[in-house]
């Protein structure tokens, strides 16, 4: 499978320009992140070659929009301090993620439930 990685280090070699198979990294991803009130204001983009253990990108702060490089080790959980604000920008793993954001959905649907049941037996 080939695909381009576009944009996600052009001060160090430009990979909008080469094509690499997804069998030459350990780890890719390009997320949105969120702010402390929740909101997605921030971004995330790096990539672990397959012989490297060092992360590599860049990130957009989501709380104070600063632009930074990323140049690390790679460990999991995955997180950078923004070199501005000090702000600490996880990257969870997809599968935590999306349980997360599951459970906040079906505890926001039981609430509307209860408000409902409540609004009924008030009429009642």
């Known amino acids: 499978m080939q695909c381009k990685l576009r944009n996600l280090r052009s001060d160090t070699q430009d990979f909008s320009q080469q094509e690499y198979t997804m069998s030459q990294f350990k780890f890719v991803s390009n997320r ?7 909101e997605e204001t921030g971004k995330i983009k790096i990539f672990v070659k397959a012989d490297s253990n060092k992360a590599e990108g860049d990130y957009k702060c989501p709380e104070c929009l600063n632009e930074g490089k990323i ?15 000090n702000f600490k920008i996880n990257l969870p793993k997809l599968k935590e993620e999306m349980k997360k954001e599951k459970n906040a959905e079906k505890k926001k649907r039981q609430a509307e439930i209860m408000e409902q049941a409540k609004k009924l037996a008030e009429q009642g």
């Open 32 to 38: 949105s992140v969120k702010n402390e009130k929740g």
């Open 71 to 85: 140049n690390q080790e790679f460990s999991r959980p995955f997180s950078v301090i923004c070199q501005k604000c």
